[in-house]
Structures are given as structure tokens and as C-alpha cells.
């Protein structure tokens, strides 16, 4: 946590013990609902329900929207039903309907008995669509305006109906919810005549996505056009809601952390780190751990295939480990950023050819520089400074041959499974580290004991 952060909860909790609630809730009605939720997750449990009550009920809202799952349960275990009402009816609809997906059905059944009956439809109606598509993070409170509406009954529209809304700052012209065009309230506030009709200075040519869009393609064209929302429309062209921008950041923290979760080898998870026990984390990374302890058999089966020709040099042994690691990190290498080339819609299948062409390039520019190195250390290091005479010019050689295969063939791998991946339909990021890893330290110890057979036996 922030100083700043720890200094306001020693600050909270000196005004909770001196029971100085005044003074606590002017210090708490200063503060943004981002920073009362972050000090509310520090606080003891028994806490958090005198202190978020003493918060204005709008603010209460923003701050409970903020908070883990798992304090927000405490609260609403805590809240009467009056309280929840006032709460729930506070939140804007993709923030209720994310905390119907997050709690137990006991405590859903209650939340939805206390919403009102328009929110109630809202919350359902943004439940039907698949998860992590445009219509399950949209939220349906948007401004909406008619193409023959004045400029100045659409200022007068906004202040009457925005107060609800999760943004003002764009608006949406429909007619019979058909999407038409957006106008901001920049153009209607710098409009020559109140009299304009709205059709005259809207945008006609709006980008939407549909309900069924994936978030992260959502996230991305947030991010690409620097919009503060991307209107959402159903397969009939009729306007369904919104997703503003800030939904869109947590949908890319979201997938970052998601993928590296992946890359690493682990069941992502939907948890925090310091809200995860040990169990939990346990059952989030075993699944990897196994497969690739299980895999990494054919590692061994290869060693134990060449045992005659390690038997007759040993020294080829003590290179194995730098081998497969230089390999591995090869692999690793080109399979992130083609990974991240790939999330950012950077390359598509029919790129294949041109991302090998350039790994193989960059792929002889790191081998040539690896051997040249790896040759020196050989002859300097074990050679000469530890004394290991078995390690001869032909050893050397072989070692150093092996070396710019494997990164040859480390960069050609790690560039090309998430590819295939991506076009079969798998997360490429499953691709990365360990599975490319394991792949790559077969291939490796096939291509050394391969030449060392064929130059020294």
C-alpha cells in the first residue's frame, strides 16, 4: 500500500477508536471511492460496516463497486434491506451485474429481490450474453438523443436524464434504438444556433461492436481511437448500450495478468495474490507443474539413448544444462513477442512466413554471437582456468555448432506454435515458456548428440 494510503487508515482507525465519527466522515467524503476501497481491504472486518456507513449514499456506491468480492459479501451480509436497496439502485447496471456474477446464489437471490424492477431487467439482460463478450462488461445507461431533436432540447435532455448516466461526455442518436451517429457535448455546446437540428452535427460515422464482440478486441479499439466509450449494438444494428473506457482497463489488467499467468505455466486465477491461499495457489499451478514434469521424460529418454556416447565423453555431460537453457530462453524470446504481436492484432496466420524469415535471421545473428562467446568460455574457462583436458578443439566445436542450432531452432519454434495456436483456435500465450521449453530442450539434446556423433564417434 501507498504511504499516502497508510497514513489515512492510522489516521481512520486513531478517529474510529477516539469514536470521532464527524470528523471521520468529513476526512472520508474527501477522499475518492478508489482510495476509501482500498483502505476499507485493510481494515478488520468488524470494521468496515460502521465506517462505510458513514459515507453519502452515492459515494458509497462508487466505493462499494470498488471493493474485492469478498468485502463486498461481508457488507451486504451486514446491510439491511433498506441499505442494500439504496445501494444496489446506486450502482451503475455493469457494476451490479459484475457483483451478481461474483457472489453466492443465497446472496444474489437477495440482491436482485432488493433492485428495482428496471434494474432488475438490466442486470438480466446483460447476464445473457457469453462471458467476456461486449454485451456481458457493457452497461445500458447511456444518453441517447433523437436525429430531430435542437441542439438546445438535447443540452436540456442531457442535464435532465445525465445525472443517471455513466457518461454525458458522447451521446448516442437513434431512432427506434437504430444507431445513427454520436455526437459529443463539446459540438452541441459549440453549435452556432439552440435551433440546430442534432442530425446537422452529428457523426455519422460511428465505430460500434457488437454484443458478441470479444472484450479484449473491445479493449483494443478503446485504446487504438482514444475513445471514452464504444456504443454496443446487437446483430440488428440496435444500439443495446456502452463501454466506456475504464471498464476497458480492467478488461486489459484482466487479460495481462491472464496471460502471464499462462505463459508461466499456471491456471489463471481470479484472485489476488494475497487473497489466495496456499491451496488455492496449489491447485492453480500443479496441473503445469505435472505435465511438463511428465514431459520433460523425453528429455530423459533421450539422455539415457545416448549413454554409450556420454559414457565415451563425458565432457559433452557438463554442457547439457547450458544448452537447454540457452534453448529455452531462445524459445522464450520470440514466443512473448510474437504473443504480444498477436494480442495487439499486430500479425495474423498469413504472417508466418515473414515472422520465420525474420526469426531465422535474428536467430543466425544470436547463434553466431552465442557460439563465438560460448567458444572463448570453453577455452578459457574449462579449458585453461579449470583444468579439464578432456575438453579437446573437436569438443569445443561441437558445443558451439550445437549451440547456434538450438537457438536457430528454439526462435523457429517459439515463433511458430503460438501462431498455430492462435489459428486453431487456442490461446497462444498456453504456447509460451514451459511448453515451448520443454519442446525445445528435446530438439536441443537431439541436435548435440546428433552431431557429436557424427564428429567425434
Known amino acids: 500500500m501507498a504511504v499516502h494510503s497508510v497514513t489515512m487508515e492510522k489516521t481512520i482507525l486513531a478517529l474510529l477508536e477516539e469514536k470521532k465519527y464527524q470528523t471521520l466522515k468529513d476526512v472520508l467524503v474527501t477522499m475518492e471511492p478508489a482510495d476509501i476501497a482500498a483502505?476499507?481491504?485493510?481494515?478488520?472486518?468488524?470494521?468496515?460496516?460502521?465506517?462505510?456507513?458513514?459515507?453519502?449514499?452515492?459515494?458509497?456506491?462508487?466505493a462499494f463497486a470498488e471493493l474485492e468480492p469478498e468485502r463486498q459479501e461481508l457488507l451486504i451480509r451486514g446491510f439491511s434491506d433498506t441499505e442494500l436497496r439504496e445501494v444496489v439502485n446506486e450502482l451503475y447496471v455493469d457494476d451490479a451485474a459484475d457483483l451478481v456474477e461474483e457472489m453466492p446464489a443465497n446472496v444474489v437471490k437477495r440482491i436482485l429481490a432488493q433492485a428495482d424492477p428496471q434494474m432488475r431487467k438490466e442486470i438480466n439482460e446483460i447476464l445473457r450474453y457469453p462471458e467476456n463478450s461486449a454485451g456481458s462488461i457493457m452497461t445500458t445507461e447511456y444518453v441517447s438523443l433523437r436525429p430531430d431533436m435542437t441542439v438546445a432540447d438535447a443540452l436540456t435532455r442531457i442535464r435532465r436524464t445525465g445525472v443517471n448516466k455513466e457518461t454525458i461526455y458522447t451521446c448516442y442518436v437513434t431512432s427506434g434504438r437504430k444507431l445513427l451517429g454520436a455526437v459529443s457535448?463539446?459540438?452541441?455546446?459549440?453549435?452556432?444556433?439552440?435551433?440546430t437540428p442534432v442530425s446537422e452535427v452529428m457523426d455519422e460515422n460511428?465505430?460500434?461492436?457488437?454484443?458478441?464482440?470479444?472484450?479484449?478486441e473491445v479493449a483494443r479499439l478503446l485504446?487504438?481511437?482514444?475513445?471514452?466509450?464504444?456504443?454496443?449494438?446487437?446483430?440488428?444494428?440496435?444500439?443495446?448500450?456502452?463501454?466506456?473506457?475504464?471498464?476497458?482497463?480492467?478488461?486489459?489488467v484482466e487479460e495481462t495478468t491472464e496471460d502471464i499467468e499462462k505463459m508461466a505455466g499456471m491456471i489463471p486465477s481470479e484472485k489476488s495474490y494475497l487473497r489466495s491461499n496456499a491451496w488455492e495457489l496449489f491447485r492453480h499451478r500443479i496441473p503445469w507443474l505435472a505435465l511438463l514434469m511428465v514431459s520433460a521424460t523425453f528429455t530423459g529418454?533421450?539422455?539415457?539413448?545416448?549413454?554409450?556416447?556420454?559414457?565415451?565423453?563425458?565432457?559433452?555431460?557438463?554442457?547439457?544444462?547450458?544448452?537447454?537453457?540457452?534453448?529455452?530462453?531462445?524459445?522464450?524470446?520470440?514466443?512473448?513477442?510474437v504473443i504480444r504481436a498477436l494480442s495487439l492484432d499486430e500479425?495474423?496466420?498469413?504472417?508466418?512466413?515473414?515472422?520465420?524469415?525474420?526469426?531465422?535471421?535474428?536467430a543466425v545473428l544470436c547463434g553466431v554471437a552465442l557460439a563465438t562467446l560460448c567458444f572463448v568460455k570453453i577455452m578459457l574457462v574449462d579449458r585453461l582456468l579449470l583444468g579439464n583436458t578432456d575438453i579437446s578443439l573437436l569438443v569445443a566445436a561441437v558445443v558451439c555448432v550445437t549451440m547456434a542450432f538450438t537457438v536457430l531452432i528454439a526462435k523457429i519454434v517459439g515463433c511458430t506454435l503460438p501462431m498455430a495456436a492462435k489459428k486453431v483456435g487456442f490461446d497462444p500465450a498456453v504456447m509460451a515458456s514451459p511448453f515451448i521449453t520443454?519442446?525445445?530442450?528435446?530438439?536441443?539434446?537431439?541436435?548435440?548428440?546428433?552431431?557429436?556423433?557424427?564428429?567425434?564417434?
Open 301 to 337: 529418454m533421450i539422455i539415457t539413448g545416448f549413454e554409450s556416447a556420454l559414457a565415451a565423453q563425458v565432457a559433452l555431460t557438463a554442457f547439457i544444462p547450458m544448452l537447454m537453457d540457452t534453448g529455452g530462453n531462445s524459445g522464450s524470446q520470440a514466443s512473448v513477442t
Open 206 to 216: 460511428v465505430i460500434s461492436v457488437n454484443t458478441l464482440t470479444d472484450q479484449e
Open 185 to 195: 457535448v463539446k459540438d452541441l455546446l459549440l453549435a452556432e444556433e439552440d435551433s
Open 347 to 362: 500479425l495474423e496466420f498469413r504472417d508466418l512466413p515473414v515472422v520465420i524469415w525474420k526469426e531465422i535471421q535474428t
Open 438 to 457: 520443454t519442446i525445445v530442450d528435446a530438439l536441443s539434446l537431439l541436435v548435440y548428440f546428433g552431431i557429436a556423433s557424427a564428429l567425434l564417434f
Open 223 to 252: 485504446s487504438k481511437y482514444n475513445f471514452l466509450a464504444l456504443p454496443v449494438v446487437d446483430t440488428d444494428g440496435r444500439m443495446v448500450g456502452i463501454v466506456t473506457f475504464d471498464d476497458a482497463m480492467d478488461i486489459i
Open 39 to 62: 483502505v476499507f481491504e485493510e481494515l478488520k472486518e468488524e470494521k468496515v460496516p460502521l465506517l462505510f456507513r458513514l459515507l453519502p449514499k452515492e459515494t458509497a456506491a462508487e
